[in-house]
């Protein structure tokens, strides 16, 4: 006898309200509003039968083209219930770049908030598969829609289909070194395995609060925190955006107890006039993500008694993948630890084999939280997904102790007369320096060494430094050949949509230096 096909998926939103229906979901930092998880319950409803209405069915997909709001969370909430699939604009690209990835993923709707209404103008007609545009608070165009009219609708599902776990529930763009970024599908099973994993390997309850102001066009935004704490019934606070002083001011009036970013963003707050006078007692976790940070970041948090520490993910596999339990913090500094529960990894050498302790290799992921694919990409899907390893194209080290070091990434790591440099790692070390505020090693070429190091630096408001100086601050630092050859300074770093340095931009901009150019 066959056996029937598994295909159940809890409406996790629906049985959040009904364990917990009045603990408090969601707080808005702009408009101070909050809603219990039965009342966001009920609006995700309306706005699930708002979708069903305008023809959305199971695996049809719905854009948003939007900086974070309840509204947003609403969208992505409803598409889990009906079975549709979000696909997550990132509101930092151009038209062009945005038209070919709605081409590709081909919605049936488009939501849009209020600052892109001039990019929505220009995007009209290009993707045939939308049927309606719809203004998340005001209407560009008198033919769309508006999304206050789901208040027409009821607060019970009209249309509740079956839903397997590797049913997709999200296309989340990643971005790619040439050509269109690759749209990883993230499904009901991997978004909820990464949630079970976070809260039974980091210890979140239903006391914990946590800051939302990573952008949800990045898998950040969704599953650091925010779909973890709804399984657990804890809380989101809303933001717009990063923005460093409302980040203190939320840590010190409203109880937040983690805490989510980038690097550049705990740069900047430690730059910021409140660093110093900042209470974290409450904040039990506070986690960088998404690249390498320097250990003068760490340093500084360890000196205010916050034991910070670094994760490590990947769109395609959570993204939370590893945990450094407290005690290990400042004795395995710029470790991301060992591998949460339902997680297995390796780190293997150029021919497959695995690694030795202490030696560099690409890692490797398997587990229920590791994407099925790339969205109409069958080569790239299945040259990352090997046997059931995600590859992942990052450099990790596994010391004695079974705990993970990331190194950088497999196509950053520099070659110079055969010697392995990891960006990371000089990046930390030019961190040290007290006139840097941002920094990044990338590899150009050169006919004597192969490869030199050359490094990229913004220096802090009313700083100096020259070429000779950092180089001769970094000789008691670093091995001489991981010393950049070359220095140049900039106002700025260009960073991708998810606030990472973006590197590409930057060896295009630098790679035809000449060897004389670089000694």
């Known amino acids: 006898m066959e056996h029937q096909k598994s295909f159940y998926v809890p409406d996790i939103l629906q049985k959040r309200a009904d364990l917990t229906p009045d603990r408090i979901a969601l707080h808005s930092a702009s408009t101070l509003k909050d809603l219990t998880y039965a009342q966001w319950n009920s609006i995700v409803n309306r706005t699930a039968n708002f979708l069903v209405s305008l023809g959305v069915r199971?695996?049809?997909?719905?854009?948003?083209?939007?900086?974070?709001?309840?509204?947003?969370?609403?969208?992505?909430?409803?598409?889990?219930?009906?079975?549709?699939?979000?696909?997550n604009m990132n509101w930092r690209l151009t038209v062009a770049e945005l038209t070919d990835l709605l081409i590709d993923a081909q919605p049936k709707l488009l939501f849009y908030s209020d600052e892109f209404m001039e990019q929505v103008a220009s995007l009209r007609g290009k993707v045939t598969s939308i049927t309606h545009f719809i203004g998340i608070y005001r209407c560009a165009n008198a033919a769309d829609l508006c999304l206050d009219e789901r208040d027409n609708h009821p607060d019970t599902l009209t249309y509740r289909p079956d839903i397997h776990p590797d049913d997709p529930w999200v296309i989340c763009y990643t971005g790619g070194t040439t050509g269109l970024p690759k749209g990883a599908i993230l499904t009901h099973g991997n978004m909820t395995w990464n949630a079970v994993n976070t809260v039974m390997s980091w210890g979140l309850d239903q006391d914990d609060v946590a800051i939302l102001n990573a952008p949800m066009f990045h898998t950040g935004g969704l599953n650091v925190f925010t779909l973890p704490l709804i399984h657990v019934g804890g809380k989101s606070i809303v933001c717009k955006a990063f923005d460093a002083g409302q980040v203190f001011d939320l840590i010190h009036h409203k109880g937040v107890t983690v805490y989510f970013g980038v690097p550049t963003m705990f740069i900047v707050m430690q730059a910021h006039p409140f660093w110093d006078s900042a209470d974290f007692s409450k904040l039990k976790i506070v986690i960088s993500g998404g690249a390498p940070c320097p250990m003068p970041v760490f340093e500084k948090f360890w000196e205010k008694g916050v034991d910070f520490k670094t994760g490590y993910g990947l769109t395609e596999a959570g993204p939370n993948t590893f945990w450094l339990?407290?005690?290990?913090?400042?004795?395995?500094?710029?470790?991301?630890?060992?591998?949460?529960?339902?997680?297995?990894?390796?780190?293997?050498?150029?021919?497959?084999?695995?690694?030795?302790?202490?030696?560099?290799?690409?890692?490797h992921i398997r587990g229920p939280h590791v994407t099925t694919g790339y969205w109409n990409n069958p080569e790239a899907t299945a040259k990352t997904?090997?046997?059931?390893?995600?590859?992942?194209?990052?450099?990790?080290?596994?010391?004695?102790?079974?705990?993970?070091?990331?190194?950088?990434?497999?196509?950053?790591?520099?070659?110079?007369?055969?010697?392995?440099?990891?960006p990371a790692e000089v990046e930390s070390a030019m961190h040290a320096h007290p006139a840097i505020a941002e920094a990044?090693?990338?590899?150009?070429?050169?006919?004597?060494?192969?490869?030199?190091?050359?490094?990229?630096?913004?220096?802090?408001?009313?700083?100096?430094?020259?070429?000779?100086?950092?180089?001769?601050?970094?000789?008691?630092?670093?091995?001489?050949?991981?010393?950049?050859?070359?220095?140049?300074?900039?106002?700025?770093?260009?960073?991708t949509g998810a606030g990472k340095i973006d590197k590409k931009v930057l060896v295009a901009k630098y790679a035809r230096l000449q060897v004389g150019e670089v000694g």
Not at 59 to 84: H, P, Q
Not at 334 to 356: F, N, Q, S, T
Not at 460 to 474: D, N, R
Request: aromatic share 8%; net charge negative; charged share 25%.
């Open 385 to 422: 997904i090997v046997d059931g390893w995600l590859h992942t194209g990052d450099l990790a080290i596994r010391d004695e102790e079974g705990y993970y070091t990331i190194v950088g990434r497999l196509k950053d790591m520099i070659i110079s007369g055969g010697e392995n440099i990891y």
């Open 440 to 495: 990044a090693l990338i590899g150009i070429p050169d006919t004597k060494w192969g490869e030199v190091g050359v490094a990229v630096c913004v220096l802090k408001p009313g700083a100096s430094l020259s070429e000779e100086h950092l180089q001769t601050f970094l000789k008691d630092r670093l091995a001489k050949y991981k010393i950049p050859k070359r220095v140049i300074f900039v106002d700025e770093l260009p960073k």
């Open 58 to 87: 199971h695996g049809d997909r719905v854009a948003v083209y939007a900086t974070n709001s309840f509204e947003y969370l609403d969208v992505w909430m409803a598409c889990g219930k009906i079975g549709a699939i979000l696909q």
């Open 325 to 363: 339990p407290r005690n290990d913090v400042r004795r395995k500094p710029g470790a991301v630890g060992k591998p949460l529960l339902h997680i297995d990894v390796r780190v293997v050498d150029g021919d497959g084999h695995e690694c030795p302790p202490n030696v560099a290799g690409e890692l």
